[in-house]
């Protein structure tokens, strides 16, 4: 029997930011060792010759339908489609059926996730118009999730001393407020003047700039008031990237994220893909597009999240204003910025850091993020060669549909492991025995 349960040798590993050649002995769920000659004495041994070995992905902002939604997707599914994408931890978002806007609601969620998942995973809690109570009750959790117009599920908050009691609360526990960036009340005066329209273009009508604009102000300025923490999810424009950028030169404890929809699609595509780029905020303009990877190669992105969104696919190809908003991403989106990497769009280790270390720094996710002696051996390990065309057919997740369906991305994922556990190796999951003595995978929060 060897010292150790798992070696990886050959790989080359990312850590302190750059690549190396090392071997990894994995010992309890955890990195015992990172050394630089070979490791043979070991349970099992892999042989990471040729690939290079990163820290598990880390997606901040995911919805896998739990509860009230398990059709889209659920934790079952939404599981494998993570560990098929090379991510390893999650954090859920509270939009569920019912809305995660209680302490006893966030509970219940817990034991339902708690039995299914195959993967590491933590808990946004929903702030709703009349839930300040319930702030003050909510343990272990990500953030408070502030929904500033309406969207997937039933959650909004459009009562000012609502949102200033929030903001208050966030301060007072020392928790993050992640937000939603858009304005409740240009969203409905644009839908009825345009409720005529009926191509998807519309949406860019009716979620405008200025609706993002106006939210991020009206959040910063509360931010500002009570010196809260606050996260900005899927920037969508560039003047929005522009504000917030304003607001950390000015002091503020600002964030955001950028997710691949908004990289790699604008309203061109919109155009010939219809509702299935469907999204909130509206995917925007080429300027955009192209001002979003400026900010992510210029370090004005703190996070690349993917905002994975199932809805099926008999949905999605709804006319304009039955269709859901909704992208799945969890699938494709560590293959994408590999391949941009490739193509030179971003550096490597950058894209790498802003989708491991940087999501679980922001939130404050214990042993998590880096290869580390000491951190949990949640390891995604690629093959920056491998060329693939994306197929809907080859998706784990429910939705079994992708936008990206039939492009050729060069880089990878070969296999995932959480806490030592090979879970996902060359196309398979491989569901893991011991999942009853698993130890529980929900993340805990430092600081």
């Given at each position: 029997?060897?010292?150790y349960?798992?070696?990886?040798?050959?790989?080359?590993?990312?850590?302190?930011?750059?690549?190396?050649?090392?071997?990894?002995?994995?010992?309890d769920?955890?990195?015992?060792?990172?050394?630089?000659?070979?490791?043979?004495?070991?349970?099992?041994?892999?042989?990471?010759?040729?690939?290079?070995?990163?820290?598990?992905?880390?997606?901040?902002?995911?919805?896998?339908r739990?509860?009230?939604?398990?059709?889209?997707?659920?934790?079952?599914?939404?599981s494998?489609?993570?560990?098929h994408?090379?991510?390893?931890?999650?954090?859920?978002?509270?939009?569920?059926?019912?809305?995660?806007?209680?302490?006893?609601?966030?509970?219940?969620?817990?034991?339902?996730?708690?039995?299914?998942?195959?993967?590491?995973?933590?808990?946004?809690f929903?702030?709703?118009?009349?839930n300040?109570?319930?702030?003050?009750?909510?343990?272990n959790?990500?953030?408070?999730?502030l929904?500033?117009?309406?969207?997937?599920?039933?959650?909004?908050?459009?009562?000012?001393s609502?949102?200033?009691?929030?903001?208050?609360?966030?301060?007072?526990?020392s928790?993050?407020?992640?937000?939603?960036?858009?304005?409740?009340?240009?969203?409905?005066?644009?839908?009825?003047?345009?409720?005529?329209?009926?191509t998807?273009?519309v949406?860019?009508k009716?979620?405008?700039?200025?609706?993002?604009?106006?939210?991020?102000?009206?959040?910063?300025?509360?931010?500002?008031?009570?010196?809260?923490?606050?996260?900005?999810?899927?920037?969508?424009?560039?003047?929005a990237?522009?504000?917030?950028?304003?607001?950390?030169?000015a002091?503020?404890?600002?964030?955001?994220?950028v997710?691949?929809?908004?990289l790699?699609?604008?309203?061109?595509?919109?155009?010939?893909?219809?509702?299935?780029?469907?999204?909130?905020p509206?995917?925007?303009?080429?300027?955009?597009?192209k001002?979003?990877?400026?900010?992510?190669?210029?370090?004005?992105?703190?996070?690349?999240?993917?905002?994975?969104a199932?809805?099926?696919?008999?949905?999605k190809q709804?006319?304009?204003w039955?269709?859901p908003?909704?992208?799945?991403g969890?699938?494709?989106?560590l293959?994408?910025?590999?391949?941009?990497?490739?193509?030179?769009?971003?550096?490597?280790?950058?894209?790498i850091?802003?989708?491991?270390?940087?999501?679980?720094?922001?939130f404050?996710?214990?042993?998590?993020?880096?290869?580390?002696?000491?951190?949990?051996?949640?390891?995604?390990?690629?093959?920056?060669?491998?060329?693939?065309?994306?197929?809907?057919?080859d998706?784990?997740?429910?939705?079994?549909?992708?936008?990206?369906?039939?492009?050729?991305?060069?880089?990878?994922?070969d296999?995932t492991?959480?806490k030592?556990?090979?879970?996902?190796?060359?196309?398979?999951?491989?569901?893991?025995?011991?999942?009853?003595?698993?130890?529980?995978?929900?993340?805990?929060?430092?600081?």
């Amino acid at each position: 029997m060897g010292s150790y349960e798992l070696a990886l040798n050959n790989g080359k590993l990312f850590f302190n930011n750059s690549f190396i050649d090392a071997h990894i002995a994995v010992l309890d769920g955890r990195i015992a060792e990172i050394k630089k000659v070979e490791i043979h004495d070991a349970e099992q041994i892999i042989d990471c010759k040729g690939k290079l070995i990163l820290p598990g992905i880390i997606d901040a902002h995911v919805h896998f339908r739990v509860p009230g939604n398990e059709k889209k997707e659920d934790w079952v599914s939404g599981s494998k489609a993570a560990l098929h994408g090379g991510v390893t931890t999650v954090l859920d978002m509270p939009n569920n059926n019912p809305a995660i806007v209680t302490a006893d609601l966030l509970e219940e969620k817990r034991k339902l996730v708690e039995k299914d998942s195959l993967i590491n995973y933590g808990f946004h809690f929903g702030v709703s118009n009349g839930n300040s109570r319930e702030l003050k009750n909510a343990r272990n959790i990500a953030s408070f999730k502030l929904y500033m117009g309406s969207t997937t599920g039933n959650l909004l908050v459009n009562d000012d001393s609502a949102l200033e009691k929030c903001f208050e609360i966030a301060s007072l526990k020392s928790k993050m407020i992640v937000v939603h960036a858009e304005d409740e009340k240009i969203i409905l005066q644009n839908a009825k003047k345009f409720q005529n329209e009926s191509t998807t273009k519309v949406h860019n009508k009716i979620r405008t700039v200025e609706a993002e604009l106006e939210a991020i102000k009206k959040a910063i300025s509360y931010a500002k008031q009570f010196k809260t923490r606050l996260h900005i999810c899927h920037v969508s424009s560039k003047e929005a990237l522009s504000l917030i950028q304003d607001a950390k030169k000015a002091g503020l404890h600002i964030s955001c994220e950028v997710t691949p929809t908004y990289l790699f699609f604008d309203e061109r595509d919109v155009e010939k893909k219809g509702s299935l780029l469907k999204v909130n905020p509206s995917i925007k303009t080429e300027k955009d597009r192209k001002a979003l990877w400026f900010g992510l190669n210029t370090s004005q992105f703190d996070i690349i999240a993917t905002d994975h969104a199932p809805h099926l696919l008999e949905e999605k190809q709804q006319d304009y204003w039955k269709a859901p908003s909704g992208i799945p991403g969890i699938e494709t989106s560590l293959s994408l910025m590999l391949d941009a990497s490739e193509k030179r769009l971003i550096q490597l280790e950058k894209a790498i850091k802003l989708m491991t270390e940087m999501p679980a720094a922001l939130f404050k996710i214990k042993n998590k993020g880096k290869i580390e002696k000491g951190y949990d051996a949640d390891l995604t390990i690629v093959d920056l060669k491998k060329e693939f065309v994306v197929k809907n057919e080859d998706l784990f997740s429910k939705s079994a549909w992708t936008p990206f369906e039939g492009i050729k991305l060069k880089g990878k994922v070969d296999k995932t492991l959480v806490k030592g556990s090979l879970l996902f190796d060359n196309d398979d999951i491989i569901i893991n025995k011991n999942k009853e003595a698993k130890a529980n995978l929900e993340v805990g929060y430092y600081g």
